[in-house]
């Protein structure tokens, strides 16, 4: 009996804490996934992609994978980490970027910072990337939308 009511408390205390965290789920979100210079103008490059949320003990952690766009060749997914709140949550994510001078591509390492806030069914936020390249200046946060899918 004592152990039914051990399994029944850890099972109940689970459910309530992926009820509590609203980051938990699956989202369709759109966000800045680089920038394109041509003859010194910046253009951003948007993406939309499925990120999946999920309770991890004491951290939430995020799978980001982005849909194949015209213009943007197909990226592997993303693996995001935060420490859980039940607010405002700061992901971290590390990757790499190409950076394409007059022709000439070179690989750089990216540390990207996702700051995100669910409101019900709708997340919003923002994406800082820092390049480690001395091609690329700093990027100021850009925003990150997204609505929570269903089923």
């Not at 253009?43 to 982005?66: C, F, Q, R, W, Y």
């Not at 790499?96 to 690989?107: D, F, L, R, S, W």
């Not at 390049?131 to 100021?140: F, L, N, T």
Request: proline fraction near 7%; include cysteine; charged fraction near 20%.
């Amino acid at each position: 009996m004592t152990r039914k009511l051990v399994l029944l408390l850890t099972l109940c205390h689970g459910i309530l804490a992926a009820q509590q965290q609203p980051l938990a789920g699956t989202w369709q979100v759109t966000f800045q996934a680089g920038m394109r210079i041509a003859d010194g103008e910046a253009t951003p490059i948007m993406a939309t992609g499925t990120l999946t949320v999920k309770l991890e003990a004491d951290s939430l952690i995020g799978t980001l994978e982005t849909n194949p766009g015209p213009d943007m060749p197909a990226r592997p997914p993303v693996r995001l980490a935060a420490k859980a709140s039940t607010g405002e949550a700061t992901f971290t994510a590390q990757g790499k970027a190409t950076i394409n001078i007059n022709g000439a591509e070179h690989e750089a390492a990216v540390v990207s910072t996702w700051v995100l806030r669910a409101k019900g069914d709708s997340l919003e936020g923002t994406v800082a990337r820092k390049i480690d390249s001395p091609d690329a200046g700093p990027q100021e946060p850009r925003p990150v939308t997204g609505i929570r899918k269903k089923g």
